[in-house]
Each structure stands twice: as C-alpha cells, then as structure tokens.
C-alpha cells in the first residue's frame, strides 16, 4: 500500500516513545529533528538538503545544520546544500524579502534562496534540476504558525514540485502548530490563489507541517508549477509519490499543547502573544491600519493616524516600513494595545470596520484602486480589497462587510454572519483533518 511507509515510520517513532506519560508532562515531548533514532537510519547513504531558518533548533537549543552534520558519520549521510525561504536563513529579513544565493560562513555549504528572483528575473520558488543534481533528500524542519498566509507551507508546495518532477524524496522534521487546536476562516478558493496561499486549506488551518505535507501528497494537491490553477490537482503524473515521504514526527505532542517558541519565526513574530493574535490581525494588511509593523510590538496592536481611533494607546511608526510598503509609515498612530491572548477571530476587522464608518472614512477602495493603495491610505479603511481575499481565501468578506452595512447590522450580527457562512465548508474539512491527524 502506498500509504504503508508514513504509517510505518509513524507507528515506529510511537512504539518507541509509548512508555513515556501524557504529553501534559513536557519534559518527555520530543520535536521530529530531536528524534535521530527515528529518521537517522532512514538517511544512510543519501546525500541532504536541509531547508532551515533561524527557527531550526533541537529541544536542546543545538540548530539543526549543526546537529545533522555532527551525525553524518553515525548515520552515514552527507549534508551538502541549505535552501533558504522568505525571512532568509537567520530570519532577519522582513516580510517580502529572503536571501540572495551564498555560501554559508558558518559551515561553507552553498545556500539557495527559495524566495524572491533572481538578478535574471526567474522566480526562485522552484528550485532547479542543476539546484537539485547532487541531492537525494530534502528535509524541511522550519517553525510555521498556523495560518496559510504564513508562507512556509507555500515554499514546501513550491519545493514539492521541483522534487516530484527531478524524483528526489522528502522528510519532514516535525514541529508544533502554537494555534493547532484552531480551524478558523473560509477555505481558499481557486481564484485567490497566490504566493500567500495556494492549498484549498482554512485560513487558520489547525494541522503541524507534517500533518500538512501529508495531507498535500496523499489529496493530490500538487499544481505543475502552475500557481494560477488547480487544474493538475489529483493529476497522478503530476503528484509526489507518497513512498518517497518521509514524516518524523514529535513525541507526546497534541493539538492543544501550550507551546512557547524558542525564537521567532519571522521578525514581525516577536512573541508568543503576537503568534496568538496573527490569525487575528493578518486581516489588517490589506487595510489602512498600521499592526504595529515598525513598532516595539508587532501584531499585538493596531493604529491609524487619526485621534480619534485611539482606544489605550498610541505609537510611532518607523518609516523603513515603506521599504515593504505597509501603510503610516512615519507617522503617530492611535488605536489599541492587545495584551491577552484570543482565539482567531475576524471581530477586530468588523470593529474597526465600524470604527472607521462612525468617523466618516469611506470603507474600500475598489479593485482598480488598488495599485495606489499607500497613496489611499488616508481615505479608505480597506485599501487593498484583492490583497484582502487572498488573505481570507476568497472576495466574500469584503461582500459581507458591505452588506451588513447595507442591512444596518451591528458588530456581533456581522460576526455572525460572516462565521456562519464558513461553516459548512469547514465541517468537510474537519472531516479531511481527522484523516490526517498524527496527534490528539
């Protein structure tokens, strides 16, 4: 069965840690690249590409190039390449950025970005059949968050081709979800597809990279290197053979599981309570509304530059913002400092969306408007109404917020709304999670 060879890794990496206590008791959870016993044998003889960020460390704090090349002569492999994804190999790039190709200083492997283009004009998502000659097996071990517009989970579909087509094999060191006990927001549409999002996933998808890559390959997600359409989706020609995945999973990990990360994931992710409220705020990129980009504490508050939005704070934003151009860049903004901890929720956009109404803003720029959304900035509430359903996954919100303005709906009545036209889809996907769950 093709099945067969994920479960039976999954089955071996469980028998080995069966005797441990409850995942409560953290002292014995394990991440995937701490599990050497598990996936070191499965390496010998291959040559590896680790595709890593600052994000890549053992339980112990050791990263991961170097844990996996002290283990090259126990195990028998040899680490030869880095790939290298949005944010860069040590995470200090911002949002839009990555690394152009080097050589890692450190260990003297060749990096290559799987971000951005290159000084030809090629887009790099795809690594290349010369990019991949001297490899054998990739292994992904990067810390994503949880929401499909954080575009870890696009870079491994990205990846996935390259690897299917050049017929190279895939390992997942495997890493917590810090929002995995959530399912939350419509499901991407085709036509929404785009370098936020490219699997028909929620918005807040509840699954660990591993769970993600599996459930990827085995619905036949794959898109031929055609990032506008799904038409070579469950293509058998077109697939990545599911003999060729390799998921190393945690141990004594659940969905649900407090979990504090030990650096950030990317550098507008600074804390935990920010990771908790990005499902919550990413709304607010496509807005006029600043989310605390280019303050001490992005995405845990939001601000305008108008008094009148004040609510408990007020701050300055750093004008090198306009480099990734987000919006007040260089200006006082006021809004709210959120100091807790919620479950996603689209009810700060409607408050805002509100908020904006009552002082006299128009509320969305239209489609053709778009392309000068920063120059709109002072005008329209929802400047950038495309990039707005990218990030939800299809133009429906936008619908709604206009209509529940047109029916004279207030905030809790428009929260409803908008959540209740999500949830038949969500059932059928709650149904395609359970297949795919490797944790309670």
Known sequence: MKFSLIKWITLIAIFITCSFTSVAATPNFKLGVDRDDVYGPLLKGKRIAL??????????????????L???????????????????????????????????????????SLYGRDSDGRERAN??????????LV????????????????????????????????????????VGQYVYGPILKEPYMSGIGIDPVPMVHGLTSG???????????????????????????????????????????????PYSLPVPPSPSLKTDLSVALYPSLGFFE?????????????????????????????????????KGGWPQAG?????????????????????????????????????GEEKDYLLNQQRYFVSRPLWLAK??????????????????????QTIEMIEQSWQAELNNYHQLREKYRLYP
Do not use: C
């Open 331 to 367: 200006k006082t903004v006021y809004g709210e400092r959120i100091l807790q901890p919620v479950k996603p929720t689209v009810g700060y956009l409607v408050d805002w969306w509100f908020k904006f109404k009552q002082n006299g803003y128009q509320l969305a720029a239209s489609e």
């Open 70 to 112: 002290a283990q090259q002569e126990k195990y028998g492999f040899k680490v030869v390449k880095l790939f290298s994804v949005e944010h860069g190999l040590r995470g200090k790039e911002e949002a839009g950025f990555g690394d152009n190709n080097s050589i890692d200083a450190k260990t003297g492997l060749t990096v290559i």
């Open 127 to 136: 690594p290349t059949a010369q990019q991949l000659d001297d490899i054998d």
């Open 391 to 412: 990030v939800a996954g299809d133009n429906q919100l936008l619908q709604q917020l206009l209509l529940a303005t047109k029916q004279g709906l207030n905030k809790e």
């Open 211 to 257: 769970e993600f890559a599996n459930m990827m390959v085995q619905e036949g997600w794959l898109t031929n290197f055609d990032h506008r359409s799904w038409s070579a989706h469950h293509q058998q020609k077109y697939q990545f053979p599911i003999d060729n995945l390799f998921i190393i999973p945690m141990a004594n990990y659940q969905h649900d599981m």
């Open 139 to 178: 292994i992904y071990d990067l810390q994503d968050v949880g929401v499909r517009y954080f575009t870890y989970t696009v870079s491994m579909h990205y990846l996935l081709e390259s690897l299917q087509k050049y017929q190279k094999q895939f390992m997942v060191f495997d890493r917590p979800n810090p």
């Open 286 to 322: 496509a807005t006029s509304v600043n989310t605390g980009r280019g303050s001490d504490h992005p995405f845990e508050q939001i601000g305008f530059s108008d008094k009148r939005f004040y609510v408990n704070t007020h701050y300055n934003v750093s004008d090198a913002i306009a």
């Open 51 to 68: 595709m890593v960020n600052q994000s890549s460390l053992t339980s112990d704090g050791v990263h991961t190039i170097d844990k996996l």
